[in-house]
């Protein structure tokens, strides 16, 4: 089982849609979370970076960690074309902060 | 710069041929890191350097993979004698070490063929 699971999709959903991006996590240990963002042929850009269990906004974007569950989310409003894009989650290791990635969501807005 | 630099941007090279992959990362950035990201997968890490930390180079797939990281700056990643499951993404990435958020570059795309 990998520590971090997320559905691959793809996801693809009318311009203006909210979209619901989602991962799963097994290791107990993970304390901050965070969602990337790559565009095709880039490296992936820091989106959302969270630690506690609850909401955190940023304009259009809202991530959502329920640590109980193990579940994060991440919500887009009025979604774009431009939004189009393979969505990571990722949490980092205790020790040396490297990142444990799920396996990314490609979503496709259509205008 | 301003970003983690990355070159070459692509290689395809022929299998059993080695190929070496440059990082220049955000000045001022102490960790660094090296990922591989293949079709239809997420990231997976390869190798990390901290400072002057002994690497950890837990992720590396295999002793035909190394990496330096010369005067705390520039790293190389070096593959030997290279195989087709070798082609993929390799990603580097710098962090200042607060909370592992990471500023990565565009990557390497290799292809062996």
């Known amino acids: 089982q990998k520590e971090v699971e997320q559905d691959p999709g793809p996801l693809s959903v009318p311009e203006g849609a909210i979209v619901s991006l989602n991962c799963t996590y097994s290791?107990?240990?993970?304390?901050?979370f965070m969602w990337y963002r790559q565009y095709s042929r880039k490296g992936p850009e820091l989106l959302m970076y969270?630690?506690?269990?609850g909401n955190k906004e940023d304009g259009r974007f809202t991530a959502q960690v329920d640590k109980s569950s193990k579940y994060i989310s991440l919500f887009i409003r009025d979604s774009q074309p431009s939004d189009s894009a393979t969505y990571l989650c990722?949490?980092?290791?205790?020790?040396?902060?490297?990142?444990?990635f799920g396996a990314g969501t490609i979503l496709r807005v259509k205008s | 710069g301003a970003g983690v630099s990355q070159s070459p941007s692509n290689k395809v090279t022929e299998k059993g041929k080695d190929v070496e992959l440059r990082c220049d990362p955000i000045?001022?950035?102490?960790?660094l890191y090296w990922y591989r990201q293949s079709l239809g997968q997420g990231l997976e890490f390869l190798i990390y350097?901290?400072?002057?930390?002994?690497?950890?180079k837990s992720g590396l797939p295999s002793d035909r993979f190394s990496a330096e990281r010369t005067g705390g700056s520039v790293s190389t990643l070096t593959i030997q004698r290279t195989q087709q499951e070798d082609s993929a993404v390799y990603l580097c990435?710098?962090?200042?070490?607060?909370?592992?958020?990471?500023?990565f570059g565009s990557g390497t795309r290799l292809t062996v063929v």
């Open positions: 290791n107990s240990a993970f304390q901050y």
């Open positions: 990435a710098s962090s200042a070490r607060d909370r592992g958020i990471h500023t």
């Open positions: 969270t630690y506690s269990s």
């Open positions: 000045s001022g950035h102490t960790a």
């Open positions: 350097f901290q400072g002057n930390s002994a690497p950890d």
């Open positions: 990722a949490s980092p290791m205790e020790y040396g902060n490297k990142l444990v």
